[in-house]
């Protein structure tokens, strides 16, 4: 009797931006709503949802970077998602914007609570205006699309909301203790909706990500010191990239992940 030989890797294996190396066919045709979608992970996670065949909404203060983004899965032969420009701080205008959203795609059946802004500040230099504004941007918008979408996926009978945490806070990183505040409340949130939102079969997890290398961490944080961090931190040498991110949301979002709700699932290369 023959053995095949084991199998060996190398590498990671290379995919561009947000495409899936597994195809959920629970997600073909579903609508998606992605906050703060234009760039970085947010990016990531719409490419990812296009490529199954999702039908996908976005908002973000980023213009430019969004547009070209709804013009590049275009021009690659996918349905262009729908975006509008939106201050998430403005809970009336983002509300607005996922109603309108729906009006054109449908009901949602995915959530995706992406966007933030881990911008540096000293626990000396925050006033409360700085402090609330933080929280607007960080906190409030995820409470506040759930609200939202809910009632849509109530009519569906079913759904998914994955908000975005974070491991900085977990392993007690500095510079940006307003952040830590906001990011350490999703777990609360995802926890405290669970039994709730469970009854009309809507699931909500966390995806909490480590240290992802997109342009604006290599831009703003990544140095000889970070470098040396990733090495002392992570259990796995490679670099996280935003489709790592991009893959558990897909997951957690397809029927694969029927029976999962109130968990975080931490994507961060064993760092925490």
């Known amino acids: 009797m023959s053995t095949l030989p084991a199998p060996t890797h190398t590498s990671r294996p ?24 234009g760039s970085g992970i947010g990016a990531a996670i719409v ?13 973000d203060v980023a213009r430019e970077a969004s547009e070209a983004l709804a013009r590049q899965l275009q021009d690659a032969g996918l349905p262009r998602p729908w975006w509008q420009p939106c201050d998430v701080r403005d809970i009336a205008a983002l509300q607005g914007c996922i109603a309108q959203a ?30 609330d504004e933080r929280i607007a941007i960080n906190e409030r918008p995820a409470f506040f699309a759930i609200q ?19 491991t900085g806070w977990q392993g007690k990183g500095s510079g940006y203790p307003c952040y830590a505040i906001a990011k350490s409340s999703v777990n609360g949130l995802t926890r405290g909706l669970a039994r709730t939102l469970g009854q009309d079969r809507i699931r909500i997890n966390t995806v909490s990500p480590g240290w992802v290398m997109t342009e604006r961490q290599v831009k703003l944080w990544l140095d000889a010191e970070g470098e040396k961090d990733l090495a002392r931190n992570q259990c796995l040498p490679d670099k996280m990239r935003p489709d790592d991110i991009a893959h558990m949301v897909l997951f957690l979002a397809s029927d694969d992940a029927a ?14």
């Open 14 to 37: 290379e995919a561009s931006a947000g495409e899936a190396i597994t195809r959920y066919p629970s997600l073909r045709g579903r609508a998606v709503f992605v906050t703060g979608g």
């Open 47 to 59: 490419t990812a949802f296009a490529r199954q065949g999702a039908r996908v909404g976005f908002v």
């Open 102 to 131: 729906a009006q054109e795609l449908g009901d949602f059946s995915v959530l995706v609570n992406n966007v933030a802004s881990d911008d540096r500040h000293t626990l000396e230099s925050v006033t409360p205006e700085y402090y």
């Open 148 to 166: 939202s979408v809910v009632p849509g996926m109530r009519r569906l009978g079913a759904g998914s909301v994955i908000n975005l945490g974070s």
């Open 259 to 272: 029976m999962c709700t109130a968990q975080e699932f931490k994507v961060d290369a064993g760092w925490v």
